[in-house]
């Protein structure tokens, strides 16, 4: 990379390291962020509203010890780490927190985080759990109500106007990111995976318009390269949940792997789905987020009533995602006592073996410690498919 690149993912790691720099400042010049846990959460009501949507991460190098005395411990390790930061006021400078129905550790905790928190503002939206017609009518109800209880919050009506705005800033976004992807086509891809994570992590913490900026400058940079830093290896797909951190992903490209694609919460599962613009912006978010979204949580209708057509309606994205970036092999990374992604472990591996992508499946406690038992895995699974 040259020096002005350097700079640019200086900058980056620079956030990446701080997270919540940036939210800080602009809480001292009175911005009101909003905090999330999920990609269920619509982030254009959040801007619409003038506040800033701040994703809350964990850390795994941090052990958990007060969310586990308030939570149990059966809980997703990663929902805890979030939960387990918040309480050890993390992130005090958020203004309230948004819960969406993403899962049942979600669902039952909630009380917990208005319960533990100092916020002035929560709020839990209901996101069915089927893509049937009378599920978006009751969807579309919801982020009404959402829209209604941010309006009460901050003091001003949240026009359709203001929604259709804020739907456009957030498609240049995804757009943006979309772009970015782009350049781990060639082999050796333009930006290794570790870069490209950081980068979406960062985002997460900027206000939406100043993530573009930083997209734009990171874009221009690397258009002009001729040649990548990075070497040839095999072609690694992720598949999962969220993965906030860099550390995995790091891991498999210092073994030689390069992480070119990837369908994990906050990767291209929740960057590629756009919002249709035009029409009725509550009707188009719900949409958007009930049926676009991939996610386990939600049932799809099995119209052919065979098991591979049952497959091919929950895991296409996948399929289409590795045929279009060339790779050699995935690696579906999950969460112990995470239920939707783990109750799916078999039919995805069924699905891997059927579209010909060698996988390997690891379960994980979302900590660093075990970063050195993982490494021999991905090492062996790595040589497996070179």
Not at 206 to 229: M, R, T, W, Y
Request: some cysteine; overall charge negative.
């Amino acid at each position: 990379m040259n020096d002005k690149q350097n700079s640019i993912f200086d900058t980056i790691e620079n956030y990446y390291k701080d997270y919540g720099f940036r939210a800080k400042e602009l809480k001292m010049e009175g911005k009101k962020m909003i905090g999330y846990v999920c990609s269920f959460v619509p982030l254009e009501i959040i801007t619409a509203a003038g506040c800033m949507p701040f994703r809350v991460r964990g850390n795994i190098h941090e052990p958990i010890t007060k969310g586990d005395t308030l939570l149990e411990t059966i809980v997703c390790p990663y929902y805890r780490s979030c939960f387990d930061l918040s309480v050890k006021q993390k992130y005090d400078f958020l203004s309230g927190m948004v819960i969406p129905h993403g899962c049942d550790s979600m669902v039952r905790s909630y009380s917990a985080w208005g319960y533990s928190l100092p916020y002035s503002y929560f709020h839990f939206v209901n996101i069915p759990s089927v893509c049937v017609e009378s599920s978006f009518e009751f969807f579309g109800a919801e982020l009404n109500a959402f829209r209604k209880s941010l309006e009460k919050f901050v003091g001003k009506t949240i026009t359709d106007d203001d929604l259709a705005r804020t739907i456009r800033i957030h498609n240049e976004n995804r757009d943006k990111v979309r772009a970015l992807y782009e350049f781990r086509k060639p082999d050796p891809p333009l930006i290794s995976g570790a870069e490209l994570t950081m980068m979406l992590t960062v985002g997460s913490s900027l206000p939406v318009g100043e993530f573009n900026i930083l997209l734009d400058q990171v874009l221009a940079e690397i258009g002009k390269k001729k040649k990548s830093h990075l070497n040839q290896g095999p072609r690694i797909f992720m598949d999962g949940a969220c993965i906030d951190n860099i550390e995995l992903i790091k891991l498999v490209e210092e073994l030689g792997g390069n992480v070119v694609a990837d369908t994990i919460c906050n990767g291209a599962r929740d960057y590629f789905p756009r919002t249709d613009e035009g029409g009725n912006p509550i009707d188009a978010l719900a949409h958007r987020y009930l049926d676009k979204i991939n996610c386990p949580k939600t049932y799809r209708e099995n119209k052919t009533g065979t098991f591979e057509g049952d497959m091919a309606s929950r895991f296409g994205d996948i399929g289409t995602v590795a045929q279009e970036f060339k790779v050699n092999g995935a690696i579906l990374y999950v969460y112990k006592y995470c239920d939707p992604f783990g109750f799916e472990v078999p039919a995805r591996k069924a699905y891997y073996q059927s579209i010909n992508v060698p996988l390997l499946h690891l379960e994980d406690v979302y900590s660093a410690g075990t970063m050195g038992q993982l490494r021999t895995r991905v090492q062996a699974f790595l040589e497996m498919i070179s």
